[in-house]
């Protein structure tokens, strides 16, 4: 079971990933700030209505959906113009990489005049 509190998190980092875009559950679960919760993701995606669900996929691009919800799932993607190689979605273009607060700086190396 989850909290309402990660629920939310999770269901808005979901609705954050564009049109044309996909992401992984593992993804979806470390952009919420619960790294390692893929199966929540799988769980809130079962039951939530109105998530772009077909944008969710398994690591490496995989469908895990069965049956005629893995062909429909294919059919939107490719509608939005994901492509992809054999039964992957090619990852490399079209994997949905949010930014994950501001870049950390790298302390310069201080020299000494002696």
Same mark, same amino acid.
């Given at each position: 079971? +989850?909290?309402a509190?990660?629920q939310?998190?999770?269901?808005? %980092? !979901?609705?954050?990933?564009?049109?044309g875009?996909?992401?992984?559950?593992g %993804? #979806? *679960?470390r *952009? %919420?700030?619960?790294? /390692?919760?893929a199966?929540?993701v799988v769980g !809130?995606l079962r039951t939530a209505f109105g @998530?772009?669900?077909?944008? #969710? @996929?398994g %690591?490496? /691009? #995989? !469908?895990k959906?069965? /049956?005629d $919800? $893995?062909?429909?799932?294919?059919?939107r @993607?490719?509608?939005?113009?994901v492509?992809f190689r054999g039964?992957r979605?090619d990852?490399?273009?079209?994997e949905?990489?949010?930014l994950?607060g501001?870049?950390s700086r #790298?302390a310069?190396?201080?020299? +000494?005049n002696d």
């Amino acid at each position: 079971m +989850t909290s309402a509190n990660m629920q939310s998190r999770i269901i808005a %980092a !979901i609705r954050k990933i564009p049109r044309g875009k996909v992401s992984t559950y593992g %993804a #979806v *679960a470390r *952009a %919420a700030g619960y790294p /390692g919760a893929a199966r929540q993701v799988v769980g !809130i995606l079962r039951t939530a209505f109105g @998530l772009p669900w077909q944008r #969710v @996929l398994g %690591a490496g /691009g #995989v !469908i895990k959906l069965r /049956g005629d $919800a $893995a062909i429909e799932q294919r059919l939107r @993607l490719e509608a939005e113009g994901v492509a992809f190689r054999g039964r992957r979605v090619d990852m490399k273009r079209h994997e949905f990489m949010p930014l994950k607060g501001k870049p950390s700086r #790298v302390a310069k190396p201080r020299t +000494t005049n002696d």
